[in-house]
DNA sequence: TTCTCTGCAAACGCTTTGCACGGAT
DNA sequence: ATCCGTGCAAAGCGTTTGCAGAGAA
């Protein structure tokens, strides 16, 4: 949930970097990615849908294999769901859903192991971390 | 990957003290979660099929979802893949999947988070490590 | 023109649902 | 007789595939 917003030309250059041609709708998924917390397929539609009357989910498929390819985005689930979800991919954090709320957080780690990417021996080339619980607001505020 | 192996008597026991009243189907479908590493339906159904051969899906699906239900075992997705899969619960741990022989290991995770249960005043129910590497094995032999 | 992107429609695969049969109590 | 577990068939839903038309270079 960085909530980062960049206008066009900087967004253009993150994919043109990453060697990925740039379009519309992939300009507008890429914004998304920034600005939303951990979208679903059919969060990018609805977000879209209005500005791009065309948008098919076929396209934000495409676009979002395309970005997992490249090494722009990372999916993961929550545990459960059948749908999956995408953030753009920066620093290895982990994910706290709250079964209270349904927020879904973002928690830094500072284990070893996921500083040194490396446990028993094992090379570790990708982590994926997903808590639930309840959130510190929920805690607090006793309204059950 | 506990790789426990116990008798029927022990296998009801385990059901009865969970609330859950046993059935062949039932017995079969905990054994093989305490035998087998990290199976799928489609893994459970192979295994069991010679021996109950009128054994369907959906009494998989029952029983898995009525495990998950009782606390007796717990749901995951390896990632991208499209299937869920079970393991019998026991201890916290990570899962390691090596890409490069397809493998999935069960990894004791130390960091305090885990052993606390509790991230910046935020209670953790639950806890699920995915990694993705390289194993010490594949590591060693340099064949590709 | 040529090549890639887009998006509709259909296919696909995992999971759930509806329902009827049968065994257990 | 009632209850519940089982399993067939069909539906549901997220995702992928096939393919044709549009757009960029």
Request: with cysteine.
């Amino acid at each position: 949930m960085s909530g980062k917003v960049l206008n066009m030309d900087e967004l253009k250059k993150i994919l043109i970097n990453k060697g990925v041609k740039p379009s519309i709708q992939r300009l507008k998924i890429l914004e998304i990615l920034l600005k939303k917390g951990h979208p679903s397929v059919d969060d990018i539609y609805r977000a879209l849908i209005d500005e791009i009357p065309t948008l098919s989910k076929t396209t934000i498929y495409n676009t979002l294999n395309l970005f997992l390819e490249k090494g722009i985005a990372q999916a993961f689930t929550i545990a459960g769901d059948n749908e999956l979800r995408y953030e753009y991919l920066n620093s290895p954090h982990a994910h706290f859903k709250c079964t209270k709320c349904g927020k879904i957080y973002d928690i830094e780690l500072n284990c070893d192991v996921f500083i040194k990417k490396e446990i028993n021996g094992f090379r570790i080339n990708k982590a994926l971390v997903y808590f639930e619980g309840i959130c510190n607001e929920c805690q607090n505020s006793k309204i059950s």
